[in-house]
Nanobody, 120 residues
């Protein structure tokens, strides 16, 4: 299984970016998908998570600014980020909690990370 993230880059404060992530490979069922981020010198933190039924959970710091969505048929997840601030600067990692086959255990898989830099 591979998770390929894209969409990071440099943006000015107040701007917007959209991150996308596609899961590929042998996949039977994806329970949840989402995004974590890690800023320099800080621990990785959950940004947003979405279940298969489209229930979402967001970090308090991004509520009202970020929107997480997914396409179950395409095994993709997106993160629309608006009103970005320099505090949002981090490497963003997509993840998926999935089962590879009917008989596999559920595990977490991670993308390679995409850098988001917000300038003031």
């Amino acid at each position: 299984v591979q998770l390929q993230a894209s969409g990071g880059g440099l943006v000015q404060a107040g701007g917007s970016l959209t991150l996308s992530c596609a899961a590929s490979g042998t996949i039977f069922y994806i329970n949840a998908m989402g995004w974590y981020r890690q800023a320099p010198g800080k621990q990785r933190e959950l940004v947003a998570m979405i279940t298969r039924d489209s229930n979402t959970d967001y970090a308090d710091s991004v509520k009202g600014r970020f929107t997480c969505s997914r396409d179950n048929a395409m095994n993709t997840v997106r993160l629309q980020m608006n009103s970005l601030t320099p505090e949002d600067t981090a490497v963003y990692y997509c993840y998926a909690k999935l089962r590879r086959t009917r008989y596999s255990v559920v595990r977490d898989y991670w993308g390679q990370g995409t850098l988001v830099t917000v300038s003031s």
